[in-house]
């Protein structure tokens, strides 16, 4: 069985991620946030009795360098395609 770890506002953050948000008080719509590892979970003014957090996507390193790696693969692209419409003008 996986565990559903949830977390509070003001809990330290272990896991960077993107972390479903849930409000105590229903004002605002799930949402989702990102948390750095080592800070901690917002609370919410509104919410008197907090907020709860779930962890969604974790930061995977690997996904970040592919992202890189398709952004520039696509810069280069738009430059050399650019440099080509030089050429021909
Ligand atoms: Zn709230």
Redesign the pocket.
Known sequence: MKLLRVHRSGDRVLESGIYSVL???P??LIEHQFNFEGGHFRP????PLG?LYRLKTRCAPAALTNFRATALASLLDFVARHNRLLETW
Not at 44 to 47: P, V
């Open positions: 409000h105590s008080t004002h605002m919410c003014r509104i919410c907020v």
